[in-house]
């Protein structure tokens, strides 16, 4: 059997404590900012000999944003990008899963940040499948994005006196997903 088609089975949820959301944006045109967000949730269904009528869901909690520096996190959480008061969550819902290769898929699905939805793909590799040595089962993916924060009303930005601006408009997004059974 695959590692792919034993990885989707009846119900899988995702395992906060190994799974994160990691992003990387241009600064002053100059470098790149990485960050990511912790406790992540969510689930896979659907029937394991049929992964392309599979379902995922993904919540992130904007409140665990982390870029290593305590002031540009408060402003990721202010109404000037994430507005983690009125918008406490990004999510992801798949519409479509299509086989890509043998361990990947292209899973498309609305994305909701600050309330718009916007339709993006996944580009999602499987990982691998384990028992766990508590006796559960496991499996792993990693997924990857490009989208333009623009689309979903994170407009915030500074004009340099050089030219350009403090913070570009394309993120690179990856996810790292650990999911366990749940039968």
């Known amino acids: 059997m695959s590692t792919v088609a034993a990885a989707v089975a ?7 404590a190994h799974s994160h959301v990691e992003f990387a944006v241009r600064h002053l045109m100059i470098s790149t900012v990485k960050g990511r967000f912790g406790g992540v949730s969510g689930t896979l269904t659907g029937d394991e000999a049929d992964p392309e009528n599979a379902s995922f869901a993904l919540t992130i909690p904007v409140a665990t944003v982390d870029t290593h520096q305590s002031q ?3 402003h990721l959480r ?9 918008h ?13 290769g043998r361990d990947s898929f292209a899973v498309a ?3 909701t940040i600050r309330g718009v ?3 993006i793909t996944l580009t999602v590799h499987a990982g ?21 924060r623009k689309d979903f009303g994170l407009n915030w930005n500074q004009a340099l006196e050089t030219g350009g601006v403090v913070v570009g408009d394309q ?6 997903l650990e999911l366990v059974h749940t039968p």
């Open 109 to 111: 699905g609305d994305l």
């Open 78 to 86: 202010s109404a000037d990008f994430f507005d983690a008061e009125q």
């Open 128 to 148: 691998g499948r384990v028992r766990d040595p508590w006796g559960g089962e496991r499996v792993g993916y990693n997924a990857a994005t490009r989208i333009n």
């Open 10 to 16: 009846t119900a899988w949820q995702v395992d906060p």
């Open 88 to 100: 406490p969550a990004i999510t992801f819902r798949s519409t479509r899963i299509e086989r890509a």
């Open 171 to 176: 993120v690179n997004v990856a996810i790292e």
């Open 72 to 74: 540009r996190d408060e």
């Open 117 to 119: 939805s916007k339709p």
